[in-house]
């Protein structure tokens, strides 16, 4: 089968692979549609990060590159192992992309994220959404309604990034968010926000991103910080309390600057981007007002309502589909867009069998 393997830094091939073999407690998926995420393009551009660098094979996984790339992705069942009762052929899944030891317990309650040397199916090893098929352990299977769109369904992984996010805040419906940055992640974020029931403000520079938060219906309202102060705008919307929470969605210190002034006294900050750098935190400002800024990484028992939510329409993920490409188009229509005209686009997806 055909599949994108990454050997090395800006050095990804699309090559013939042997197809995985079904193993016992697994579940043998065609794929459908895989999205190109910012972690992969900091592979290909500065990487090996999650990947294991050739010849230092992860603990888990045994695998060290050429590994097979693509971690957000949907498909069809096509066979189960005999100790599988729950999943058949022929019914739509995503996948939660997780390699954790075979020791962590998956289950409600259990910060598995946090688990020692988690890394991702389609960067740490055990194959990948940008190949024709994956066999996968079971217990990261999620079955999906048969009205989903496969494309669609690709973008439930990085939805399920913005409900974590939203679940760390302790937000509730009728609480007012402010969210900074909308890229892809600061997008998905504020549609699961607007999905729970919150008002959404949006702070963000460039034309294109403005424009698909108003479009999709994800912000109540988007500013534009050249333009207006935006800590003052939240304020003058909420009696001058400020936001009750925020999220930093763009890993640039300005934007937390501005959520350290928007949101309230006793306010919450979650991060959800991915710094490559220390910025400044006006520590004085989180001080004063008691603000808690928090962490998150990936997701932990976040897909079952985040599929909840595009089942029942709550969300449309249609609109942040911005591109479809083959596999030979991965690097020169996907990689390459996105680095070049990343304002342009929101998520290209890949059709690995075109
Ligand atoms: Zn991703």
């Avoid at 013939?16 to 972690?39: F, M, N, R, S, Y």
């Avoid at 693509?70 to 009762?85: I, K, L, M, N, P």
């Avoid at 938060?213 to 102060?229: I, K, L, M, N, S």
């Amino acid at each position: 089968m055909r599949a994108a393997r990454f050997h090395d830094r800006k050095d990804i091939r699309i090559e013939d692979i042997d197809e995985p073999q079904l193993k016992p407690g697994h579940v043998a998926i065609d794929v459908a549609w895989c999205g190109i995420c910012g972690t992969d393009l900091h592979e290909y551009l500065e990487g090996p990060i999650f990947v294991p660098a050739h010849g230092h094979p992860h603990p888990l996984s045994g695998e060290s590159a050429p590994v097979t790339m693509g971690h957000e992705f949907s498909g069809t069942v096509t066979e189960v192992a005999g100790d599988v009762d729950d999943l058949s052929p022929g019914q739509k899944v995503v996948v939660e992309p997780y390699i954790l030891g075979d020791d962590v317990e998956v289950k409600p309650g259990v910060d598995y994220q946090l688990s020692p040397n988690m890394n991702f199916i389609g960067l740490g090893g055990r194959g990948g959404g940008l190949s024709e098929k994956i066999v996968v352990e079971r217990r990261w299977v999620h079955p999906i309604a048969d009205h989903v769109a496969l494309d669609h369904a690709a973008l439930i992984e990085p939805l399920a990034v913005g409900h974590h996010a939203f679940i760390r805040s302790g937000a509730k419906a009728g609480d007012v968010a402010i969210v900074g940055g909308a890229g892809p992640i600061g997008l998905l974020t504020s549609a699961v926000l607007k999905a729970e029931g919150l008002t959404v403000f949006v702070s963000e520079l460039s034309e294109a991103r403005k424009d698909k938060a108003r479009e999709t219906g994800v912000a109540d309202e988007v500013f534009d910080p050249r333009e207006v102060d935006v800590a003052a705008e939240v304020r003058s919307r909420t009696e001058g309390r400020g936001a009750d929470v925020g999220f930093e969605c763009s890993s640039v210190p300005v934007v937390l600057d501005m959520l350290l002034d928007a949101v309230r006294p006793a306010g919450t900050i979650v991060n959800v981007s991915i710094w490559g750098h220390k910025p400044e935190v006006d520590m004085p400002k989180l001080v004063l007002k008691e603000i808690a800024l928090l962490g998150t990484i990936g997701y932990a028992n976040d897909h079952r309502r985040v599929i909840e939510l595009v089942e029942q329409g709550k969300i449309d993920l249609g609109p942040f589909i911005t591109g479809r490409i083959g596999l030979d188009g991965l690097v020169s229509e996907g990689f390459d867009q996105l680095i070049n005209n990343n304002e342009e686009h929101v998520k290209i997806l890949v059709n690995p069998r075109a």
